[in-house]
């Protein structure tokens, strides 16, 4: 994996839970396309335009995403504790509230990729005060190979309904949010 490619899945997990959902989807897929350039743009923006902080590693992250690894980029926010988890994670078992949670877009695509997937989590996600994101059922995929992870991320996105979906690769190093839900998520597939 090239260095942009790993510090941008770096990167985009940890903004996860201050990036609107969306956000995340819009960026791993241009990740996933080699949209470098474009990703990074909207990346700068968004982070910008709301005011959304990030902490110097990063910042550092987002100059290598961008192509200027020794320029500082404009605009955004700097804030020492930017990346402090803000979200509890709880095992839940979805109950009758949840009769429409859809899990065939993780399982379907895990089923069918049984040499890569290793296993689905599911875990429920309550925000703290002033954490931007609702309550909500998150995912986590894990699969075999760290150097895949932007592309299985790009195609279980591609599926309806896949938004709240995280993947790891086995043994993987995890910010704060993937190892909250990592810790606290329950085992939904094989």
Known sequence: MTEWRAASVELTRRLTGRLADHVLVSARSLLAADERDVMAGMLVHTLALFGIPVDQHELDLLSVVAGRPDEPVGGVVLEPDAGRLRYRFEPRTPGPPDRDLDHRHVLTWAAGNP??????????????????MPPGWIYLLEIAEPGEVAGVQAAVQLTPG?????????????????????????????
């Not at 040499?115 to 931007?132: K, S």
């Open 115 to 132: 040499t890569t997937a290793r296993r689905v989590l599911l875990a429920w996600r309550e925000p703290e005060d002033g954490a931007p």
């Open 162 to 190: 896949a938004v709240g979906v995280e993947v790891m690769a086995t043994g993987e190093h995890l910010p704060p949010y993937q190892a909250a839900v990592l810790a606290a998520g329950r085992q939904i597939w094989p």
